[in-house]
């Protein structure tokens, strides 16, 4: 007899592992002692029967082969199968017997029983769906009590899309081990907290047939606000969590703002920092209970990127399977009002399993298979937004990872925004638009892995002097227009100026505590700015300067012209390399400022005192104006 079942992974807000280091729950034995469990688990899980729940454990301690899932209710006990167990979680299916209810939830193995803690269940009720044959995944999407046609579904490999009554099939292999619907325009999916939950884990056994639904709420999403959040890399050290609680004050403030509008979030890869997923007990898990206490009112879209992978497990597959469990498929689509927006995965590992961190920038055949076909059912005069953690071009417009050749193939004929994060730097550039392909580099909500906040309390900075922060984007319809959101400041703060006659970066001056070396490796990394100066050259830093801006400078309302320079931001040496060397610490050769190639632009003065005025407009008409006052002091403090 065939099985019928449905699956869902639950996302659960653990205790262990968070940032207030709370202890996992130690289960108590019932009957003998021999067996020890760590187990998280939630105090309720929804779903149905045959659903596939994941839960995580610690240390080792978790269930062994054979083991069962025992829920006891009274004299009654029901027994759940164990399907799979990975190295730190495990997932059991739900039993047809289990009923809405609470049940003290005990691990058996053998004869022994240890019991873990009481779980509500919350068993859906659901509309009778009959499986078809040669198809092992099925299920129906409503919206109240109606069917939603013409859904699209996948599993990462094949798609099929839901007939008039709500109904799909699909022929799978279940090599991802997941499921997904791309949820329609018009619609919302059901979400944990900040998280949207249009995924479900299914058994990997392509034998079996398994049963996943979905329910959808109606909302009117065509004019909708989209917030792009680029690296955060929380790891409990550095005051990362408090710096964090910044951002999401501020970004809480924007969602007020914009509360009149529906509104989401996409990141775009790096939210966890795997190298201190154990050490400082922050991972995936952790992240899940940040975000959903520190913020509200939105869903919120992810992307994985490479610090998101387990790299201690060898080969690609296996890295990714922590990602898929807690927050969603590491590539997927989904539609906002006109907008078609598709997750990819750009992050091949590469890595052995020995402690080696090696991967390369490059999509997968699967995935631009895939990608074909769920471009298939969008129409060509919708808006594709394609996110991703490393570049698919670089600043120059040049290829710059696997496949990119291929997607720009997929996506010829759309209107299509890529977005990426990676290198911690900021830039936008249409040096594809030949191709129909606008790239946006959008910065690190961390800035510089946290460092210069630590130093400096309020002084955020990527590697390329761009303040940290994130994107707002306004998307009605197929016009999308957008903006760079420095995190604590307003929108106006779109450029920042230096006077060269006063800055001095010598090693006497910003590493005085260092021993000779340091200081030394200080003056090579800035070795631009090192030397008094009396030049009478203004340096500008246009963070999200593309070359459809405006910029005009004027010494006694006489025009100056300027010119772009490949430079090293001084106020990110000042703020990073100088506080690492001075600690005679050295500073990450990947946390380095960058030489910007395209934002900072140079203008020589007349005289030293004389003032400018300086005015910036991006694309969209927005501006930003100085009165540069001269000599203007440079100094961390006076930035802040």
Same mark, same amino acid.
């Given at each position: 007899?065939?099985?019928?079942?449905?699956?869902?992974?639950?996302l659960l807000a653990l205790a262990a592992f968070s940032s207030c280091e709370k202890e996992p729950v130690d289960g108590g034995v019932t009957s003998?002692?021999?067996?020890?469990?760590?187990?998280?688990?939630?105090?309720?899980?929804?779903?149905?029967?045959?659903?596939?729940?994941?839960?995580?454990?610690?240390?080792?301690?978790?269930?062994?082969?054979?083991?069962?899932?025992?829920?006891?209710?009274?004299?009654k006990e029901i027994t759940c199968e164990i399907v799979a167990i990975e190295s730190d979680s495990f997932s059991f299916k739900i039993a047809p017997?289990v009923e809405t209810g609470k049940y003290n939830f005990c691990i058996r193995r053998g004869s022994q029983t240890k019991a873990v803690r009481d779980?509500?269940?919350?068993?859906?009720?659901?509309?009778?769906?009959?499986?078809?044959?040669?198809?092992?995944?099925?299920?129906?999407?409503?919206?109240?009590?109606?069917?939603?046609?013409?859904?699209?579904?996948?599993?990462?490999?094949?798609?099929?899309?839901?007939?008039?009554?709500?109904?799909?099939?699909?022929?799978?292999?279940?090599?991802?081990?997941?499921?997904?619907?791309?949820?329609?325009?018009?619609?919302?999916?059901?979400?944990?907290?900040?998280?949207?939950?249009?995924?479900?884990?299914?058994?990997?056994?392509?034998?079996?047939?398994?049963?996943?639904?979905?329910?959808?709420?109606?909302?009117?999403?065509?004019?909708?606000?989209?917030?792009?959040?680029?690296?955060?890399?929380?790891?409990?050290?550095?005051?990362?969590?408090?710096?964090?609680?910044?951002?999401?004050?501020?970004?809480?403030?924007?969602?007020?703002?914009?509360?009149?509008?529906?509104?989401?979030?996409?990141?775009?890869?790096?939210?966890?920092?795997?190298?201190?997923?154990?050490?400082?007990?922050?991972?995936?898990?952790?992240?899940?209970?940040?975000?959903?206490?520190?913020?509200?009112?939105?869903?919120?879209?992810?992307?994985?990127?490479?610090?998101?992978?387990?790299?201690?497990?060898?080969?690609?597959?296996?890295?990714?399977?922590?990602?898929?469990?807690?927050?969603?498929?590491?590539?997927?689509?989904?539609?906002?009002?006109?907008?078609?927006?598709?997750?990819?995965?750009?992050?091949?590992?590469?890595?052995?399993?020995?402690?080696?961190?090696?991967?390369?920038?490059?999509?997968?055949?699967?995935?631009?298979?895939?990608?074909?076909?769920?471009?298939?059912?969008?129409?060509?005069?919708?808006?594709?937004?394609?996110?991703?953690?490393?570049?698919?071009?670089?600043?120059?417009?040049?290829?710059?990872?696997?496949?990119?050749?291929?997607?720009?193939?997929?996506?010829?004929?759309?209107?299509?925004?890529?977005?990426?994060?990676?290198?911690?730097?900021?830039?936008?550039?249409?040096?594809?638009?030949?191709?129909?392909?606008?790239?946006?580099?959008?910065?690190?909500?961390?800035?510089?892995?946290?460092?210069?906040?630590?130093?400096?309390?309020?002084?955020?900075?990527?590697?390329?002097?761009?303040?940290?922060?994130?994107?707002?984007?306004?998307?009605?319809?197929?016009?999308?227009?957008?903006?760079?959101?420095?995190?604590?400041?307003?929108?106006?703060?779109?450029?920042?100026?230096?006077?060269?006659?006063?800055?001095?970066?010598?090693?006497?001056?910003?590493?005085?505590?260092?021993?000779?070396?340091?200081?030394?490796?200080?003056?090579?990394?800035?070795?631009?700015?090192?030397?008094?100066?009396?030049?009478?050259?203004?340096? #500008?830093? &246009?963070? *999200?300067?593309?070359?459809?801006?405006?910029? !005009?400078?004027?010494?006694?309302? $006489? =025009?100056? @012209?300027?010119?772009?320079?490949?430079?090293?931001?001084?106020?990110?040496?000042?703020?990073?390399?100088?506080?690492?060397?001075?600690?005679?610490?050295?500073?990450?050769?990947?946390?380095?400022?960058?030489?910007?190639?395209?934002?900072?632009?140079?203008?020589?003065?007349?005289?030293?005192?004389?003032?400018?005025? #300086?005015? &910036?407009? *991006?694309?969209?008409?927005?501006?930003?104006? !100085?009165?540069?006052?001269?000599? $203007? =002091?440079? @100094?961390?403090?006076?930035?802040?």
């Amino acid at each position: 007899m065939r099985r019928f079942y449905s699956v869902i992974t639950v996302l659960l807000a653990l205790a262990a592992f968070s940032s207030c280091e709370k202890e996992p729950v130690d289960g108590g034995v019932t009957s003998e002692e021999g067996f020890e469990l760590m187990i998280s688990l939630p105090s309720v899980i929804d779903g149905g029967a045959g659903d596939v729940v994941s839960v995580k454990y610690y240390s080792g301690k978790g269930p062994k082969a054979g083991d069962v899932v025992v829920l006891k209710q009274g004299a009654k006990e029901i027994t759940c199968e164990i399907v799979a167990i990975e190295s730190d979680s495990f997932s059991f299916k739900i039993a047809p017997e289990v009923e809405t209810g609470k049940y003290n939830f005990c691990i058996r193995r053998g004869s022994q029983t240890k019991a873990v803690r009481d779980v509500q269940f919350n068993i859906e009720k659901r509309v009778e769906v009959n499986p078809k044959d040669g198809y092992n995944l099925y299920g129906i999407i409503t919206c109240g009590e109606e069917g939603v046609p013409g859904v699209v579904v996948s599993d990462g490999l094949e798609v099929a899309v839901t007939d008039e009554n709500g109904i799909y099939y699909l022929k799978s292999k279940e090599y991802n081990q997941t499921v997904f619907m791309s949820v329609p325009s018009g619609y919302e999916a059901t979400s944990n907290g900040v998280i949207p939950k249009f995924h479900k884990k299914v058994d990997g056994n392509p034998s079996t047939t398994e049963r996943a639904d979905w329910t959808l709420t109606k909302v009117d999403n065509k004019d909708h606000v989209m917030y792009v959040l680029g690296d955060m890399h929380l790891a409990n050290r550095t005051n990362d969590l408090g710096q964090f609680a910044v951002f999401t004050d501020d970004l809480n403030k924007q969602i007020a703002a914009n509360k009149s509008k529906k509104q989401y979030a996409l990141t775009l890869g790096d939210m966890t920092w795997d190298l201190y997923w154990y050490d400082n007990k922050y991972d995936l898990y952790s992240y899940v209970e940040t975000i959903n206490s520190s913020l509200s009112g939105i869903q919120i879209f992810h992307t994985i990127g490479n610090h998101d992978h387990e790299m201690n497990m060898a080969g690609d597959f296996n890295t990714v399977t922590a990602y898929k469990n807690v927050v969603a498929p590491t590539y997927y689509s989904f539609n906002i009002g006109d907008v078609h927006y598709v997750v990819l995965d750009n992050i091949l590992c590469t890595n052995d399993g020995s402690g080696s961190r090696t991967y390369e920038s490059s999509l997968t055949a699967d995935q631009i298979e895939w990608l074909r076909k769920d471009l298939s059912y969008v129409d060509k005069s919708k808006t594709v937004v394609i996110t991703m953690h490393a570049q698919m071009y670089s600043e120059a417009g040049k290829d710059s990872m696997e496949f990119a050749s291929e997607l720009e193939s997929i996506c010829s004929g759309y209107k299509t925004h890529v977005m990426s994060a990676h290198t911690h730097v900021v830039w936008n550039n249409d040096k594809t638009a030949d191709k129909g392909i606008f790239h946006h580099n959008s910065g690190a909500i961390c800035g510089t892995w946290w460092w210069t906040g630590y130093y400096t309390s309020g002084l955020g900075l990527c590697k390329d002097g761009s303040p940290a922060g994130y994107y707002v984007y306004n998307m009605n319809g197929n016009d999308v227009k957008w903006r760079f959101k420095p995190t604590g400041k307003d929108f106006s703060h779109m450029f920042r100026t230096y006077d060269r006659n006063e800055i001095v970066l010598s090693g006497s001056n910003f590493t005085p505590s260092a021993d000779a070396s340091k200081a030394t490796a200080f003056e090579k990394s800035a070795s631009h700015w090192v030397s008094p100066s009396a030049d009478n050259y203004v340096y #500008i830093n &246009v963070f *999200d300067y593309d070359p459809s801006w405006k910029i !005009e400078i004027t010494e006694n309302g $006489k =025009a100056l @012209s300027y010119e772009v320079i490949k430079v090293k931001d001084p106020l990110h040496l000042a703020a990073y390399e100088a506080k690492r060397y001075n600690a005679n610490a050295n500073p990450t050769s990947s946390f380095l400022a960058s030489t910007v190639n395209s934002h900072i632009f140079r203008v020589k003065a007349s005289a030293a005192n004389t003032a400018l005025e #300086i005015k &910036v407009t *991006d694309r969209f008409g927005n501006t930003s104006s !100085e009165s540069m006052k001269r000599p $203007k =002091a440079f @100094s961390l403090n006076a930035y802040k």
